[in-house]
């Protein structure tokens, strides 16, 4: 019981701190989103349970051998009023703090849940008075504004894509497609949820740099998963006039412009020169350009071997914890 | 029967189109007179004051008082109300990310930059 407890504070430290820092440096989450995605709430998910864990086999250890018969100890001192004299006041306050983080971690994700509703509702209504359903595509709504906006409103049933008339305008025929695929792809593939999930993750533990990373780094993976939905239905060069557009707000004045004689050699992409931006590299935010300069410069995704070590790297890291907790013998 | 959600928004458009205020009798022979998608004709006056309070709850409409029948008025113009929307699309607070998904997130001065000289526009 005593090692496992150390063993799992050890495994928190790291998750916390050199792990999401790491990934979030690496350049293969690019080229296997999916992957990457995976990794992420692996890392979060053990992060939380090693850290809950760490606190109560440490308070647990006079009680008992492992976390179960710890549990039961606990229960009889607490409900059968059996002596806690073999409890040290650290063992207390070890127990309370890990009580206490599960009871924020899981009111948070609850409070953050309900906030986002509540913006969801709020904006529903505004949408209510000032969208009206667009003639041509389903489950969607326009509204009446010239800034070129469009994004989705999930809400199961009632999910909804919005655009405002001043994409519609912007936009050809094949570009708007482009945007309606990787919005619907938001919605198909359930994307609020996770961002629901690492949005709380960050409200809980604002001062740990994992959940700043690890937010940043899954509003990205989600933009990929979405771009490499829509490129199923579009070319690249369409998609990337898409973001162009959309991200600077203007269209050039006719369909000449730096893509087009770019656009005729779909092959060569790579010489495409302008994306050598600050903020491209190091820790910040690869935000539009960054998903841009992915889109410009396509690479192959990970070989299979690496992406099925990846995942099993995840399972891992959700095994050791949670043995770790049960069965801490295992260890001796 | 049109549902709560439309004769709001049926409301609304009849407020933002008048500068006046207006009582909920006026307001519903209006609604009747135009017998759009709102369906204002079978309305009763009830139903009138219950969008009306609604609308007022979310502080679209403000109701003066003073005189009996109470008149109602738009508390915002539609042109403010839709800058709001857009603010709300196009904002960056914090959890705006999990609300809503945007195609193109919010873009700095430089990105944009970017965006133009790639567009050649």
């Given at each position: 019981m005593f090692w496992a407890s150390y063993a799992l504070a050890a495994l928190a430290i790291v998750l916390a701190w050199p792990v999401p820092v790491i990934l979030s440096r690496a350049k293969w989450p690019a080229r296997s989103p999916f992957t990457a995605m995976v990794l992420w709430q692996a890392i979060a998910l053990a992060g939380g349970l090693s850290m809950i864990g760490a606190m109560l086999t440490w308070g647990l250890e006079p009680l008992g051998n492992n976390l179960l018969d710890g549990l039961d100890g606990l229960r009889r001192i607490l409900v059968?009023?059996?002596?806690?004299?073999?409890?040290g006041l650290v063992h207390v306050f070890a127990l309370s703090a890990a009580m206490l983080l599960g009871a924020h971690l899981v009111f948070t994700l609850l409070l953050t849940y309900y906030r986002i509703l509540r913006g969801r509702h709020r904006h529903r209504d505004m949408l209510n008075l000032l969208s009206s359903p667009s003639a041509d595509t389903p489950a969607t709504l326009v509204i009446q504004h010239p800034t070129p906006v469009a994004y989705c409103l999930p809400g199961g049933a009632r999910s909804v894509t919005v655009l405002s008339d001043g994409l519609l305008n912007m936009l050809s025929k094949e570009e708007l497609s482009a945007v309606l695929t990787h919005e619907r792809a938001h919605l198909a593939q359930h994307h609020h949820l996770l961002l629901w999930a690492f949005a709380a993750w960050r409200a809980a533990?604002?001062?740990?740099p994992t959940s700043l990373l690890a937010q940043r780094s899954v509003n990205e993976l989600i933009e990929m998963l979405a771009d490499d939905e829509a490129l199923g239905e579009v070319d690249r060069m369409t998609l990337v006039r898409a973001v162009a557009i959309v991200g600077s707000g203007t269209r050039p004045a006719?369909?000449?412009?730096?893509l087009k004689p770019l656009a005729a050699q779909p092959?060569?992409?790579?010489?495409?020169?302008?994306?050598?931006?600050?903020?491209?590299?190091?820790?910040e935010p690869l935000g539009t350009a960054g998903r841009l300069s992915r889109l410009l410069t396509p690479q192959p995704p990970l070989p299979r071997w690496q992406q099925w070590a990846v995942l099993c790297l995840s399972i891992l890291l959700l095994a050791v914890p949670t043995t770790l907790l049960i069965a801490p013998g295992l260890l001796d | 029967m049109a549902t709560l959600g439309e004769l709001e928004r049926a409301m609304m458009d009849l407020l933002w189109e008048s500068d006046e205020a207006a009582t909920a009798n006026e307001l519903r022979e209006k609604l009747a007179q135009r017998?759009?998608?709102?369906?204002?004709?079978?309305?009763?006056v009830t139903t009138v004051l219950t969008v009306l309070s609604r609308l007022e709850k979310k502080s679209l409409v403000q109701r003066?008082?003073?005189?009996?029948p109470h008149r109602y008025r738009a508390v915002t113009t539609r042109a403010e109300h839709t800058a709001e929307l857009m603010h709300e699309a196009l904002g960056t607070a914090n959890d705006r990310e999990a609300v809503l998904a945007r195609f193109v997130g919010s873009v700095s001065d430089t990105e944009a930059e970017m965006l133009r000289r790639l567009l050649g526009a």
């Open positions: 059968d009023g059996a002596p806690a004299s073999t409890l533990l604002p001062w740990l006719d369909t000449s412009g730096v092959d060569r992409p790579r010489e495409y020169p302008p994306l050598t931006l600050p903020g491209a590299e190091g820790s | 017998g759009d998608s709102a369906d204002g004709k079978g309305l009763a003066e008082r003073d005189i009996r």
